[in-house]
Structures are given as C-alpha cells and as structure tokens.
C-alpha cells in the first residue's frame, strides 16, 4: 500500500511517498510562510519523478499539530481533498511524534520542542521503548520558562529536538543541563513510515474525522477576546 505523507505544521513544507519498503521519496522546502504555495506543486513534483500516479495511494497520512495554525490548516485542507477525490482514508499523526522518532534510538528522554511563536513553545515527552517510542508526557503548550521548569521537575537525562529548542537554545541550556540536537522539523518520511504501521493494522478513518491538534486558541481569535476585554 503506498501512502502520501503531507507535512506542514510548522515553517517547512513537506510531502513523501513510502509503502512497505519504507520512504521511497520526500521533499522538504522551508520558504516562510508560503505553505499554500508550495505544497500541491510540491506533491506534483514528487509524483512526476517517481512515475507515480495519484491514484495509486491507499492512504493520505497528514501531520496534525500541534503547530502554527495557517500551514496546518494548508496541509490538512489539500490532504482531505486528495482523499476525498481519490475515496480513500487518512491517518492523522502528531508533529511532536514526528519530530521524537528519528531519535527513538536514544537512551534519553526525547523531548520535541515546537516554536509556537509569540515566545511559547510545544512540547512533550518521550521514552525509549521495545519497537519504538512511548509518550510520558502528554503535549502541552506554555513559555520556555514552563518547559524548563518540567524538565527539572523530572530530572533525567534529556535530547531537546525541533525548532523550538533552537531558537530557545540559550533559555533552556541556562535553566537544565540537556543535550540539544536533531532534527529541527517533523518529516513527511516520519509521517508515512508511522503511517505505514498504522495502515496495517487498518487504523484509518474517514478524511471528516480527522481532527487538528491545536492547543491554544488560532490568534485571530486571542485578538478577538482580548479586544473585548479591552472594550
């Protein structure tokens, strides 16, 4: 079964192809915030130089956040669309297991850090399990200060990922010893290798059940509630 992995929870946009023999292609483009753009020439791109035909895919697997609202609105609006035209279902992954599984071979706690902008972060917890990764901590969103601060309350050996834990570099090396390193976005090759397990064992929904992860409320919504308040 092939699937279509689309990705663009965060500044990069990206797509990739994979089935049982795992990634066959990806593309990764970071171009500021032009993810509506990019991403269907991206996916013509990586069709028209694999000779894959659209309707050869079995499953649309999409990145469902957390992450910055108008790129995750981008990939899961186009990964509806292609599964609904191509009849076929979806499964919706996490950025943050998509940034923790290139280290799931780490004997350290994974933490995948998100700029979340306005100088919060998401983030959660991960550990070194047989096969893979297991969630510790469920995903959460707050001020780098709210993430040190959970980090010392664990105290354990930790790998920061992502592109939060870069930017944040500095705060959160002065506030917990860690080791910060990895990739710095979720991958569209992650997404449809975890996909890839899930579609064996069937674990699939219909494209109107797919659900985005937001953790706080879009900003033009903040905006909204905090001029109220203000009048």
Known sequence: MLILGVETATSQVSVA???????????????????????????????????IEMTEFGVVAVDVGPGLFTGMRVGLAAGKAFAQALRIPMIGISSLDLLAFPARHTDRVVVPVIDARKGEVFWAMYRQVPGGLQQVAPPTVGPVEELVADLLARSQEVLCVGDGALRYREEILDGYRCEIGGDAYPSAG?????????????EWVNPREIEPIYLRAPDAQINWATRAVRE
């Not at 992650?190 to 069937?202: D, G, K, M, N, Y």
């Open 190 to 202: 992650a997404l449809v290798q975890l996909a890839h397990a899930q579609a064996l064992r069937e």
């Open 17 to 51: 192809i994979g089935g049982h023999e795992g990634v066959i292609a990806a593309v990764e483009i970071t171009r500021g915030r032009r993810h509506a753009e990019i991403l269907i020439p991206a996916v013509e791109f990586i069709c028209q130089h694999t000779g």
